[in-house]
Every structure is written in C-alpha cells, then in structure tokens.
C-alpha cells in the first residue's frame, strides 16, 4: 500500500508560479510511476503529466507542455509539479497519484493510488 500527501497549492495570481510536491510512502518508490492529474468545479478530472519511475520518461497534457515541470526525487519518494506562467483556467484541485508500474500513463484509471489533493486557485 502506497500512501501519497500533496502539499504547496495555494493561491497566486496569473503569471505566477508555483511548485507541488506529493510525498510517498513506502521503499519501493523507483518502481512507481506518478502523475498529476487535477479537477476544476463541475468538470472531469484531466491529466496534467507523469514521469516513469526512474524519471527518464515524462508525459504532459497540451494545456501543462512549456509550462509545467514534473520531475521526482526518488532518494526523497518525492514528486514535483512546477507550475509556471499560471493561468485563472488552471485553478483546480491537483492529485497526485500513483501506479505500480515504471511506466506513466495519462489514464486516470491506470493509476492504483491517490492523494488527497491540494487547491491551486490562480487570480486575474
């Protein structure tokens, strides 16, 4: 079993940045892939990106690419999400989530474990 704790949401205001973390549980962290999937009031959860489990590989939505950085620290069992250039449209509750593969995924339902999520709420 997995645990996974999202932290460092917030609100910014449009032009900003900031960075998410979601820290695991467990020793075999390498040997899972992580994504960060988010959802907004009253719409479906989307993908924002993952990165296998070494990190060599990473994977974005169009709406993350060239302004979102997944990237982990598996010494740490940490997972980042840099957000930069924020956008009102980007407010959302962001999970972190987890798979037992090393290879990532953008399918919400390929992923075995989840955070709880942490609010990123982006003013105009």
Known sequence: QVQLVESGG???????????S???SGRTFSR?????FRQAPEKAREFVA????SGGG?????SAKGRFTISRDNAKNTVYLQMNSLKPE????YYCAGR???????YADE???WGQGTQVTVSS
């Open 22 to 24: 979601c820290a695991a």
């Open 58 to 62: 990473t994977v974005y939505a169009g």
């Open 32 to 36: 899972y892939a992580m994504g960060w």
């Open 111 to 113: 992923y075995d474990y």
């Open 100 to 106: 037992g593969t090393y290879y990532s995924s953008r």
């Open 90 to 93: 980007d407010t959302a509750v």
């Open 10 to 20: 917030g609100l910014v205001q449009a032009g900003g940045s900031l960075r998410l």
């Open 50 to 53: 993952a990165i296998s489990g």
